[in-house]
């Protein structure tokens, strides 16, 4: 089963509000990293968050770990339709792989 | 632009064609990866390149067989594909192979179709 594992698959919100995604993992990591991808595109890279840390923000952008529950959540706040999108989470595990989950896919609605 | 740069962008080749994708990135990067994205699946490694030495190959198909001449360059030549390699295939790079550690620059990639 896969390492990173997004939740919602897809998501619809209108332009102001807020989208939170989730992303499970199962073994122990060193980092989370998040990634955007805009459709036929390469993906960008976000925010990347350590084991040791349990928030980061980075504009709009705010990322939770629990390391406890093996989950992590990225909020985007008062959203635009350029965050349509798809989100990715990538979990670097201790054993040095990297592990890319299959994306939420986000429509923002003008 | 990101910095790591793929070209073709698109490319349709027959399933008895040779055809190379390049990628070449300007960060002073040490790393370079080849990755493939189908149609709802992950992501998937390819290969990884570290000071131009392959460090992994994650059991891909001969038909596939990347090209490293120094650490801003990285081919990926391909022959007698299967429609089944239709895909976005994906480059980035990383400071080291340690990418993990910082994240990575991917490039706009290029999307193959085989007919």
């Known amino acids: 089963s896969q390492q990173g594992e997004e939740d919602p698959q897809a998501l619809s919100i209108q332009e102001g509000e807020n989208a939170t995604m989730n992303c499970s993992y199962k073994?122990?990591?060193?980092?989370l990293q998040w990634y955007r991808q805009n459709s036929g595109r390469g993906l960008v890279h976000l925010i990347l968050?350590?084991?040791?840390?349990r928030e980061k923000h980075s504009g709009r952008l705010r990322v939770t770990l629990d390391t406890s529950k093996k989950s992590s959540s990225l909020l985007i706040t008062a959203s635009r339709a350029a965050d349509t999108a798809s989100y990715f989470c990538a979990a670097k595990t201790s054993y040095d792989k990297v592990i890319f989950g299959p994306g939420t896919s986000l429509s923002v609605i003008p | 632009e990101t910095g790591v740069t793929q070209t073709p962008r698109h490319l349709v080749m027959g399933m008895t064609n040779k055809k190379s994708l390049k990628c070449e990135q300007h960060?002073?990067?040490?790393?370079m990866y080849w990755y493939k994205q189908s149609a709802k699946k992950p992501l998937e490694l390819m290969f990884v390149?570290?000071?131009?030495?392959?460090?992994e190959n994650n059991s891909v198909p001969s038909r596939f067989s990347p090209e490293c001449p120094n650490s801003s360059h990285l081919f990926l030549h391909l022959h007698t594909l299967q429609p089944e390699d239709s895909a976005l295939y994906l480059c980035?790079?990383?400071?080291?192979?340690?990418?993990?550690?910082?994240?990575?620059?991917f490039g706009s990639g290029t999307r193959l179709t085989v007919v």
């Open positions: 980035a790079s990383s400071q080291s192979s340690l990418g993990g550690n910082y994240g990575y620059t």
């Open positions: 960060l002073g990067h040490n790393a």
């Open positions: 073994t122990s990591i060193n980092n």
């Open positions: 390149y570290n000071f131009k030495e392959q460090t």
């Open positions: 968050i350590r084991s040791n840390e």
